[in-house]
């Protein structure tokens, strides 16, 4: 099968999108399919291109067997409303452009976020009569509101009422949550169309691993506790509430809180670190990805945090399953749902409420004084590893593309 796949975010970037897009197309193409993702020349969270890579029109090379081609965007920084907008509505343009001229597909998909990545998907599909399949990454742009960047108006009505036509244009819907498909059902899409599939791993790219000493010394981490959060600092993450907890433990010396990755939220969380004097808090700079797996090896605990909004309970981040592949206990900090299910189901950790820095604190003081109960749940973690593997959701997804394949263009359903 063809397939032509839209992502603005893709390796060498390293969130969560990227990562899930790259580490199941390598199964596809190693499976004999033929893939091509559009996408941009990197440059996210900061905004800054990556070493190595131009801005230009068109530029294409090809990464374990994936064709990649990166068209011009307008780059900026992963905050702020009118700059971010302007930068996912060029990747929208260009990456149409781009895809007009790609060799007919079997199917098209984008995945979200970002939202407009979709409309371009949508775009090419519909002018060359290809069936169109949209990722639901994130409920955008909800999320957007519930971390305040945006206030319900009109222009975010108007893209509510866009998001719904694309999700009725689509000839199927690939949901990372239950949570998703559920929001998309309440609101008149036919359930036939939506298939949930989960977050995953590629187990052959974490595993258990000795801490990394160069590392760890050059952190200064190699005779501390640490509980790491390795992934993007944002709004929806909430990250101050990891500095009061923080301040709580400043009695501890023998405890270390590890901030490892980049975002819009990062400068503003180091500045209010230095003004508070934690001296327990360590912010470590985005790593490349072939780093991930020595970053982890540092934590004896991985936290996982998300912002007190009803929307966050729907979320499942994909850091959950990196941290399992490692064999490490996982301590959440988010409100009750889809992810603490997991991690419940799994016996893999601990959950406390969003936002509550006290209950934080004393989580993590249970978890660095009871060494048996550490271990049990590091156990349970490693052993529901292989049941969220990267290969199963990758032949899950590429079931619901070749569904999809079968399909004509245009409107199916609702």
Known sequence: MKILFFSE?????????????????????????????????????????????????????????????????????????????LDFLSFMASGFIAGLREPRPDVVVSTSPQFFAAVAGWAVSAARGIPFVFELG???????????????????????????????????????????????VSRGITPDKIAVVINGVDLTRYAPKSRDMALAEKWRLDDKFVVGYVG????????????????????????????????AERDALIADAHLRGL??????DRQPKEMMPAVWSLVDVALVHLKNDPV??????????????????????APVGEASAIIDTDKAGMHVPAEDPDALAAAIKTLK?????????????????????????????????????????GEVGR
């Open 9 to 85: 975010n893709f390796p060498p970037e390293s969130n969560a999108a990227a990562t899930r897009v790259f580490e199941r197309a390598v199964y596809w193409a190693n499976w004999g399919h033929d893939v091509t993702v559009i996408t941009q020349a990197p440059n996210f969270p900061e905004g800054r291109l990556f070493e190595g890579y131009q801005n230009k029109w068109k530029q294409t090379e090809t990464m374990s067997g994936i064709r990649v081609v990166r068209v011009k965007t307008y780059m900026a920084e992963n905050s702020g409303v009118a700059r971010r907008t």
């Open 138 to 184: 994130d409920l955008w742009p909800a999320s957007i509101a519930a971390v305040g960047v945006m206030r319900k108006n009109l222009a975010l009505s108007l893209v509510e009422k866009l998001e719904l036509f694309l999700y009725r244009r689509s000839a199927a819907i690939a949901a990372l949550t239950q949570s998703f498909k559920d929001n998309l």
């Open 232 to 263: 993007t600092h944002g709004m929806a993450h909430s990250l101050g509430n990891v500095l009061d907890a923080a301040e709580r433990l400043k009695d501890r010396d023998d405890i270390r809180l590890l901030l490892a990755g980049a975002g």
């Open 279 to 284: 001296d327990n808090i360590i912010f470590m």
């Open 312 to 333: 966050f309970a729907g979320v499942i981040p994909s850091k959950i399953f990196e941290a399992e592949a490692m064999g490490l206990p996982l301590l959440l900090a």
């Open 369 to 409: 004084d009871d060494a048996e109960l550490r271990n049990r749940f590091a156990v349970a973690s490693l052993n529901a590893a292989p049941t969220h593997s990267r290969e199963v959701q990758a032949t899950e997804m590429l079931q619901v593309l070749e569904m999809a394949a079968t399909r004509k263009g």
